[in-house]
């Protein structure tokens, strides 16, 4: 008696082990056997800060640190992958303007008309492929007055600043930038890369505007101590208008192979709003 139920323990653990090694091996099979679908991915809906969404800007902008900006309803765009070439432009720099011009770069930018007549500009420069309408004030240097330096020390004083007014880099450009019929005063400060720091305890830059006897600050960087590496040196590019607003190019260089970024900014009426940022390596 026994033994039979031995025998028959022995035969349910046979069982049990076999039911097992049977559900290992079909449900491993299955495993092998069933093929992982492809996920799919939802496309993102057009965002209209995504650059690569738009095909055709009204404007195509080329500046001279090979950075491309593309403008299409009302916005402004980094647009990196522009194809340039054989395309006309209207060029500008130093206040002259220059219309059909093509481009070409190498190690450097150059510009040709259709006789392949080459164009010299200083280093900066903007240049136009539009289908839409607008207006381009490139920066062309201004004499300062009384009352840009009236202007500019009552600034760095309010900033709190010493200064040294003969050797401050100063730039002025004077346009009605908010359109409302009043010329205003864009200024660009720094004591960057100076010879002489006498008179100064740290290194600064600002852009501002002056209007309607108000200052409004764009862009501001310092450092607490007499270091040009560690912020950069700003200048005005140009004026780009189109449909209702000025766009301000504002350039600001950093040390040696820094890079050089591009700020574009509008005034509404005592405020300022910053449209597009970009950095040319």
């Known amino acids: 008696m026994k033994g039979h139920i031995k025998a028959i323990i022995i035969v349910f653990i046979i069982l049990i082990i076999y039911t097992v090694l049977v559900y290992i091996y079909a449900t491993g099979k299955n495993k092998l056997e ?13 965002n209209p800060d995504d650059n690569t969404e738009i095909k055709d800007y009204d404007l195509n902008v080329v500046l001279f640190n090979r950075v491309f900006l593309g ?34 770069y190498t190690d450097r930018w150059y510009v040709m008309d259709k006789e392949k007549n080459f164009v010299d500009y200083d280093n900066g420069f903007l240049a136009i492929n539009n289908t839409k309408d607008y207006t381009a004030i490139p920066y062309k ?9 009236s202007d500019i020390e009552s600034f760095l004083q309010s900033k709190g600043l010493n200064y040294n007014y003969d050797t401050l880099k100063k730039i002025v450009m004077s346009y009605d930038l908010n359109r409302d019929g009043i010329r205003d005063d ?13 008179g100064y305890d740290k290194t600064f830059a600002f852009a501002f505007v002056k209007t309607l006897n108000q200052n ?13 590496v560690s912020i950069c040196d700003p200048y005005i590019e140009g004026i780009i208008g189109v449909d209702s ?37």
């Open 141 to 149: 240097e201004e004499q300062l007055s009384s009352t840009n330096r």
């Open 245 to 281: 607003t000025n766009a301000l190019i504002i350039g600001c260089e950093y040390y040696s192979e820094g890079g050089t970024k591009y700020m574009l900014y509008k005034l509404d009426s005592k405020n300022a709003t910053k449209l597009l940022e970009t950095k040319a390596n």
């Open 216 to 228: 409004v600050l764009l862009f501001e960087d310092s450092y607490n101590a007499i270091d040009a």
């Open 34 to 46: 069933v093929k992982e679908e492809p996920k799919q991915v939802n496309p993102e809906p057009n």
């Open 71 to 104: 403008y299409k309803d009302g916005k402004w765009y980094e647009n990196p992958s522009y194809d340039y070439t054989s395309k006309n432009f209207d060029f500008y720099s130093n206040g002259d303007k220059y219309s059909n011009m093509g481009l070409v």
């Open 186 to 198: 864009i200024y660009v400060l720094s004591n960057l890369f100076l010879e002489d720091y006498s």
